[in-house]
């Protein structure tokens, strides 16, 4: 067999010395070290994986290792002495072996990006106490009315009609002993006709959404939707899904208080109407929930979606409650 020069580490300091070193036959590792020999059992050693050409390491039993440079001779003497195949560095010396591990990376990232991130963040959402919910919403409207809304122009007879309604809808599709739900009306500015969800139980109705209705059970059920979102935590799990990592130190650390860092968000998520389709199609379950449970058409929804689908329509500036949403004609037909 061979002689390798090889370095040892003693495992107690980071000095290194120089020894030799060659397998026999059966199944020892022998170094020497001027005339001092030492030899182990290969079966009493670690051996790591042959990678690349980077040097072989070796873990002895008493805690030291070497480092043997010439890692390609070292690799065979082993695979001849004790039949042992590298099979990683087989795999990596491959490029058909290391495009099929690219490709399966990708599958796995894609796979962890649409289906495992969206099912952590609801696990998460599901940890966390409801305070995390409420310090964001509170948060979150601060920020929304200090850059994107204005204080509402409605009377207040218009708005008390309107309140009379959300508590109806309250009562029928709210869960009130888990959230206090409020309603708020502001002037949408850039936003326009929306209605918005915070954390918490607060809805945002812009004054010209209300315009927009010709119908109060239009606007019912649209706040029916909004609810939907607060039940299943939309904002706070899509919120969660771009910060994982901070929603894991809620959750670990109990920090409730941080929470309201994820309230920086909250503009561009909700005026950006940042939904997935499946939340959307959540929500619009809850709102269907409410028209039946009260007897009203399905088309009052239907009607005011596809409206709001048509005055999105008017140009790049119009953001709308469908901003990135399931198509208008999509979500009216199901109604």
């Known amino acids: 067999m061979t002689t390798l020069s090889a370095y040892l580490y003693d495992g107690k300091t980071a000095?290194?010395?120089?020894?030799?070193?060659?397998?026999?036959?059966?199944?020892?590792?022998?170094?020497?070290?001027?005339?001092?020999?030492?030899?182990?059992?290969?079966?009493?050693?670690?051996i790591s994986e042959q990678l690349g050409s980077q040097p072989a390491r070796v873990e002895l039993p008493d805690g030291a290792h070497l480092e043997i440079a010439d890692s390609g001779a070292f690799y065979t003497q082993l695979t001849n002495s004790t039949g042992r195949s590298q099979w990683l560095h087989k795999l990596?010396?491959?490029?058909?072996?290391?495009?099929?591990?690219?490709?399966?990376?990708?599958?796995?990232?894609?796979?962890?990006?649409?289906?495992g991130v969206p099912k952590g963040a609801?696990?998460?959402?599901?940890?966390?106490?409801?305070?995390?919910?409420?310090?964001?919403?509170?948060e979150g409207l601060a920020m929304l009315d200090g850059h994107m809304l204005a204080p509402s122009e409605l009377d207040m007879q218009r708005q008390l009609q309107l309140m009379t309604v959300f508590i109806s809808v309250v009562e029928t599709v709210g869960v009130t002993e888990n959230y206090r739900y409020q309603l708020v009306f502001r002037k949408g500015q850039r936003l326009?006709?929306?209605?918005?969800?915070?954390?918490?139980?607060?809805?945002?109705?812009?004054?010209?959404?209300?315009?927009?209705a010709e119908h109060d059970d239009e606007l019912a059920a649209i706040l029916a939707h909004e609810v939907g979102h607060i039940r299943n935590r939309h904002a706070l799990r899509s919120l969660l899904q771009n910060s994982v990592v901070a929603g894991l130190i809620i959750v670990l650390t109990g920090d409730t208080s941080s929470a309201t860092s994820f309230a920086a968000g909250i503009p561009t998520l909700l005026a950006n109407a940042?939904?997935?389709?499946?939340?959307?199609?959540?929500?619009?379950?809850?709102?269907?929930?409410?028209?039946?449970a009260n007897g009203i058409p399905l088309n009052r929804f239907a009607t005011i979606i596809l409206r709001l689908g048509e005055l999105e329509e008017g140009g790049p500036?119009?953001?709308?409650?469908?901003?990135?949403?399931?198509e208008a004609s999509e979500r009216a037909r199901s109604f």
Do not use: C
């Open 274 to 292: 940042g939904y997935s389709r499946e939340f959307e199609y959540e929500a619009d379950k809850v709102a269907r929930e409410y028209l039946l």
């Open 192 to 212: 326009g006709a929306n209605a918005l969800a915070l954390p918490g139980g607060t809805i945002v109705i812009t004054d010209e959404l209300v315009a927009l």
């Open 92 to 115: 990596e010396s491959r490029w058909s072996f290391a495009l099929l591990a690219l490709l399966l990376t990708l599958a796995l990232g894609w796979v962890g990006y649409v289906w």
């Open 15 to 46: 000095q290194r010395r120089n020894v030799t070193v060659k397998l026999t036959v059966p199944g020892y590792i022998v170094l020497q070290e001027f005339s001092t020999l030492s030899r182990f059992r290969l079966e009493d050693v670690d």
């Open 317 to 326: 500036d119009a953001m709308s409650l469908l901003s990135t949403h399931p």
């Open 122 to 138: 609801q696990l998460v959402a599901n940890m966390l106490p409801l305070e995390v919910d409420d310090a964001i919403g509170i």
